[in-house]
Each structure stands twice: as C-alpha cells, then as structure tokens.
C-alpha cells in the first residue's frame, strides 16, 4: 500500500473515531484519537500473538511505510504552527512578553540540563550504560512543550487570559528553540567534527534568530501580497504558500522553519487581519485554517496512538518508561516554579498559574519525530540488541502518552478552578 493510500485510510479512521466520540464518548477529540488508536494497536498486538489472525504483521509494515519524521518535521508542522501562530492575539502577547521569553528559553534549558544530569545519575545507578550526552538529547526533545497537542487540547478550554497567553505563547516559541538546542545536541553526539563553543553559538544563533528574521520578513512579503487582491479565494491560497513554500525555503536556508512559521502566522494574524483582507478573506480565514488544523491534527494524533505497533518492548524498557514519566514532570514543575519566582516580583498572578502550566505542559508528536530523527546502532545493552535509539523512543513514547491522555484528560478541573478564582484576582491586582 502506498504511503498516500495509508493516510487517506488513516484519515477515514481518525474521522470515525471523531464521529463515534461525538456521539457516544464526549470526551476531547484529540485524546479520543489518541487512545481509540492505542486501545486499536493494543488489540492488533494481542491478536497477533495469539494467532488469531495475521493481521499485526501488515498493520506494522503499514505504518512503518509512512516516515513519521518527514511526514511531521518537514510535512505537516509548518501548517499546524503557522494556524497556531494566526490565533495569537499580539497584545496579549506583548503583555506577557517576558514571562514567555523566560519560559521559552530559561525554563526548556533548565528542564534540558535537569533532565540529562538527572536521568544520566539514574542510568549510572541501575547499570545502564547511556553517555550523559544522550541524556541530555533525551532532555532536549521532551522538554519543549508540542503546541500541537496544547493548542488542540488546553487552548480550547479557556483558560483564564494571562494563563492561556503563557501557555500558547510559550508552546509555540518554545517548540522552535527546543529544536534548535536539539539539533545542537544532535551534532555535538553524532557530528564527525568536534563541537567548539563558537561553531555551537553560531549553530543557534543561525536557526533561532535566523527563523524569527526570515519569518518576520515571509510575513510582511505576504502581508504586501495579500493587500494587493479583493479575491478572498487568492487570499486564502497565499496563506497557503508560507507554510509550505515558505517552510521548505527556510529548511533551504538552513533556519528553523518552526519559528519561522509562528512569527508569520502572528503578523498575518494581527497585521494582515486588521488592514489586509478583504470582508470575505476576513470572515473565511479562521474557519479555513481551524478545518486545516482539524484535519491535520487528526491524522497525526492517530499515528502517534498507533505508533506502538513499532516498538518492540524489553523490560529494561519498561523500567526506563517508568522512570521518564515523573522526572519529566519533576523537571517541568521546578522549571515553572524557578520562573515564577522572579514573575510574582512584579505582578500577581491567577493562584492555580503553576499547576496549569505544570501539568497542561503537553508533550506530542514532535517529541516522537527527534526521537526518531537518532541514529539506531548505538548499543546500551548489546546482549539484547538495545539500542540508545529504543531507549530514548520508548521513555519519550510513556511521556507523550501519559501527557495526552492523563494529563489532557485531567486538566479541566484545574482550569474551571482558575476561572472561579479570576474574579478575585482582578481585584486584587486592583
């Protein structure tokens, strides 16, 4: 089967799925993907070691003939940032610039570093033998929040504003930078030169402040572009053209595409959206990009659901999967509580901020493609054919499932709390 056939059919089933929930489980369409998907690999497992029918050999060919790196990385991201780029509204934006800008960068650094030295001390205690720099790789892919799975789980419950601001805002700009510290990383464990601190600085600052340039001048040619037609259609199509030709040239220029994207969804957005479409463009353009990002969304969070059927279980698998789930959220609750510190000097916040953050800091499919972007053959456990690709695919596997169905699952009550506390917060603040 053709990998086109395979996502036409996966679509027919993410649908399905959707459709059944709708009426039957009422539960967040995403998660209901997500655990439909597992709960389906689960049975597809079970059946094919029983011997009931054969069936597990051909859906695990199927899925692997689908490259979830590319189809994510280099496919699909580009439009699902640049849809969450176009939500951002810019004066909320401006109101929370640095609390973003600490969480983006100060906090996924400390949660990279955290995680690697902790992890790596673990390793050490139990007799497994990863090298601190592929801890810290592991650190580096898990600790940006997706915005994939936050926008398409938390933005939709309506979190109270300086909340959802922070936690948008952070997921998407956190998300280009995490990428960015893990291709560093990437080069520094499998590169053939040995890294210096100025080849790595220069490595950053070209994907990071090289993305947010190149994506400040991709949004301000199509803002012109847009401004020069009456034909809603056209301006649709042109919105089209920034994450997918706009993305694949930023991938030429060697600058993350990621940050890119955010930064022209935000002017397209705000700028373009006030002054540059017509009355029809402006009416269209939010339900164009939320049927996109729908659509989209529910192809790739049934792959990340039914991307169990690739890996092959050991028990020193299990043990690590164990270990990744409570020290992610450990790194992820110091990370927010050391921010806020310095953010409740200056001004109050809704009580149940760090919780919110803590636990709605969801992780998703772009986790899963870096760790598939690591190069298989480095053995921990060579008797068993353990790999440090297995390693790191099966603790990141636990941490976006449990992040996805656990903590998406769960999240509403905390935020239904925030929103009965708002009121006196605004008071206080007064």
Known sequence: ????????????????????????????????????????SLAII???????????????????SINFEDFLLKGILGFLLFAGGLGIKLDHLKDQKWEITALALGATLFSTFFIGFVLFGLCTL?????????????????????????????????????????????????????????????????????????????????????????????????HWLICTTEDHSMEMLLTILIPSTGYAIAELLEVSGPLSMVVSGIIIGNWTRKTGFSESGFKNLDHFWELIDEFLNAILFLLIGMSMLLFEFHHEDWIMMVIAVPLVLLSRYLSIRISYIGFKRFRYYNPMSVKILTWGGLRGGLALAMALS??????????????????????????????????????????EKAKQLEPSAETEQE
């Open 1 to 40: 089967m053709e990998a086109y056939h395979t996502l036409c059919f996966l679509a027919a089933g993410a649908a399905l799925i959707a459709l059944i929930n709708s009426k039957i489980g009422k539960m967040q369409t995403t998660i209901a993907i997500t655990a439909g998907a597992m709960l389906l």
């Open 46 to 64: 079970i059946a094919g070691q029983a011997g009931w029918f054969k069936l597990s050999h051909v859906a695990i060919e199927t899925i692997a």
């Open 126 to 222: 139990i007799g497994f033998n990863l090298d601190l720099i592929y801890c810290l790789l592991f650190g580096a892919l898990i600790s940006p929040t997706d915005p994939i799975a936050v926008l398409a789980i938390v933005k939709k419950l309506n979190a109270p504003a300086r909340i959802s601001t922070q936690i948008e805002g952070e997921s998407l700009f956190n998300d280009g930078f995490g990428l960015v510290i893990f291709v560093t990383l990437l080069t520094i464990a499998f590169g053939t030169e040995a890294p210096t601190v100025g080849s790595v600085s220069a490595l950053f600052l070209q994907e990071a402040i090289g993305g947010i340039a190149y994506g400040f001048v991709l949004g301000v040619i199509f």
């Open 374 to 415: 690591i190069p298989a053959g480095i053995m921990v456990i060579p008797e068993k054919n353990i790999d440090v690709k297995e390693i790191i695919m099966v603790m990141t596997y636990s941490v976006v499932m449990f992040s996805i169905l656990v903590q998406g699952m769960t999240i509403t009550p905390m935020i």
